[in-house]
């Protein structure tokens, strides 16, 4: 009787362990969406919802792991075409939209000092302009006193939606940058040492004097990097600012399909930063996992009405009521579980 009751007693950890694993919401993907998912999860958990265990591993290998079943959502900051969508059986629709920043290491120049535009950029992740004190960039920097220093090019070694932002701008201002590169979450870089996640190009360009990177806004401010200043699509001198954010966010149009392949880089208007992009969150039309679909769903829908704030403090733009609106009720129609009924 004894055995019995140890066994019995043994029994009950094992259920009680599969249900919290089973309370658990498993996601991976994006690094650039990582800092306001594990703030808004933590805030989450925190008032009695189920615990988020997200991988910042990259967008490539996060569509990877939606595709094969292995989590409950995957997060991307390149959006699929709708061919690869159906042809998966996946939904998608964007969560929160944010910067990348162009991040420099070099001393005695604080954030914000150089001022970079498209084209240069382009021709320094093409191996042209090699110097700091080049006369390309000079040019944009009159009253800043460049030194003689290599430029050396940091950027992501793995599958990257942060990469995908940044080379879908260099290939919209530089022709020559489209046709020899172009754009992809991974691409065949020129030149420059490569970094596995944003927290690894944050690391590299931190310890090199000289480097150049790029990286989203909330690592950057997380690892007091400098950053540059941006020539915008209307001529304009920006810096990423709330403000610069909010502005190229508001040229993004999400009357449409919330499922619409939406790029914003390189946007219109006098105060918008050009470099900015969304998030997409991807999930099965069909879960095999039907309750931990339920309850990511209803995680987001928790971020869209309570996580603004936190997300604006982050430096992220929250997506517009009306958008959302339209995404709620698109995962409603096009998200099943196994009786053929909406999960929420």
């Not at 019995?4 to 249900?19: D, R």
């Not at 001022?115 to 920097?141: C, H, M, R, S, Y």
């Not at 950027?155 to 701008?169: E, K, Q």
């Not at 596995?196 to 990097?225: H, Q, T």
Request: contains cysteine; aromatic residues 8%.
């Amino acid at each position: 009787m004894k055995h019995l009751s140890i066994l019995a007693f043994v029994c009950f950890l094992a259920a009680l362990a599969l249900s919290a694993s089973a309370a658990e919401i498993e996601g991976a993907g994006s690094t650039f969406v990582y800092p306001i998912l594990s703030a808004w999860a933590k805030a989450y958990e925190r008032g009695g919802g189920p615990r988020l265990n997200y991988q910042p591993i990259g967008s490539g290998a996060g569509i990877q792991q939606i595709t094969s079943g292995a989590v409950a959502f995957g997060a991307s900051d390149m959006p699929l075409l709708q061919a690869d969508i159906g042809a998966n059986h996946l939904v998608q629709f964007p969560l929160v939209s944010g910067a990348v920043v162009p991040v420099l290491n070099l001393p005695g120049v604080g954030p914000g000092e150089v001022t970079l535009d498209g084209p240069t950029l382009a021709e320094i992740f093409l191996g042209q302009v090699t110097k700091w004190n080049d006369p390309a960039i000079a040019k944009l920097n009159p009253s800043v006193a460049l030194p003689d220093t290599a430029i050396t090019v940091i950027h992501r070694a793995d599958s990257s939606g942060t990469t995908f932002i940044w080379t879908d701008y260099l290939s919209k201002v530089s022709r020559e940058w489209a046709n020899q590169v172009g754009e992809d979450v991974v691409v065949d870089w020129p030149i420059g040492l490569g970094a596995k996640g944003s927290e690894g190009v944050a690391n590299i360009v931190a310890r090199i004097a000289g480097a150049l990177g790029y990286i989203e806004y909330a690592y950057a401010e997380r690892r007091k990097l400098s950053y540059t200043g941006m020539i915008n699509r209307a001529g304009h001198a920006v810096l990423p600012t709330m403000a610069s954010f909010d502005a190229a966010a508001a040229s993004a149009d999400w009357s449409g399909e919330s499922d619409s392949r939406l790029t914003m880089t390189n946007a219109p208007g006098e105060a918008s930063w050009p470099l900015a992009g969304s998030t997409f969150i991807l999930m099965q039309s069909e879960p095999s996992a039907a309750a931990e679909a339920a309850q990511a769903l209803k995680f987001f829908a928790w971020a869209y009405s309570n996580g603004k704030e936190m997300a604006h403090q982050l430096g992220y733009v929250p997506m517009p009521d009306q958008a959302v609106s339209l995404i709620e009720s698109g995962w409603r129609r096009q998200i099943k579980g196994p009786d053929g009924k909406p999960l929420d």
